[in-house]
């Protein structure tokens, strides 16, 4: 089972500031990975599939890059509904799994 | 728009079962995987298996083989998951989720979530 760890667990920034958060595989994913944004009592939503490719409806501030086995979401320049958690998540061999989850918190 | 809508919340008794349905509209039913997850309170996201609703196969994710059943009827485009033998550690909110496929595998979009308690 591939296991993805994301980091950090969570991160305090302010609106405006630029966030990255970090997705580590155990092993390769080539480039199949997908993020999600959860917030409170809400279903996640996809952002980003493919590891680069926004979702539909997505805005630009939200970019996905990587490869491999290191994957970073960054978010350009944090607006207040940004502020939520995001999971990534692989499919190997038939099984799904998903990170932890970075909880992106107000400064 | 390509919708996934649950049904409504449960509560049951431990050693009881729960079946949750996902009726699917905005798309053709048959064409892609319908998937379930779950989420505990305050914790991560667990993919529990998934369905294939044109030829009814499916697949599940070891810790649930033997107590998750995933069916559908087409006439209506629903997808249904039933869990059984249920226990505390079963309290969730319980997705379903279409199966989508690029280059990778993914889910869009998510059911709105069905709580399920399990309490004596």
């Known amino acids: 089972e591939i296991v993805l760890t994301q980091s950090p667990a969570t991160l305090s920034l302010s609106p405006g500031e630029r966030a990255t958060l970090s997705c580590r595989a155990s092993q390769s994913l080539s480039s199949y990975l997908a993020w999600y944004q959860q917030k409170p009592g809400q279903a996640p939503r996809l952002l980003i599939y493919?590891?680069?490719n926004r979702a539909t409806g997505i805005p630009a501030r939200f970019s996905g890059s990587g490869s491999g086995t290191d994957f970073t979401l960054t978010i350009s320049s944090l607006e207040p509904e940004d502020f939520a958690v995001y999971y990534c998540q692989q499919r190997s061999n038939w099984l799904y799994t998903f990170g932890q989850g970075t909880k992106l918190e107000i400064k | 728009q390509v919708q996934l809508v649950q049904s409504g919340a449960e509560v049951k008794k431990p050693g009881a079962s729960v079946k949750v349905s996902c009726k699917a509209s905005?798309?053709?039913?048959?064409?892609?995987?319908i998937n379930w997850l779950r989420q505990a309170t305050g914790q991560g996201l667990e993919w529990m298996g998934w369905m294939n609703p044109n030829s009814g196969n499916t697949g599940y994710a070891q810790k649930f083989q033997g107590r998750v059943t995933i069916t559908r009827d087409t006439s209506i485009s629903t997808a249904y998951m039933e869990l059984s033998s249920l226990r505390s550690e079963d309290t969730a909110v319980y997705y379903c989720?279409?199966?989508?496929?690029?280059?990778?595998?993914?889910?869009?979009?998510w059911g709105q979530g069905t709580l399920v308690t399990v309490s004596s």
């Open positions: 905005g798309y053709t039913f048959t064409g892609y995987d």
């Open positions: 493919d590891a680069s």
């Open positions: 989720a279409r199966g989508v496929h690029t280059n990778s595998w993914y889910f869009d979009p």
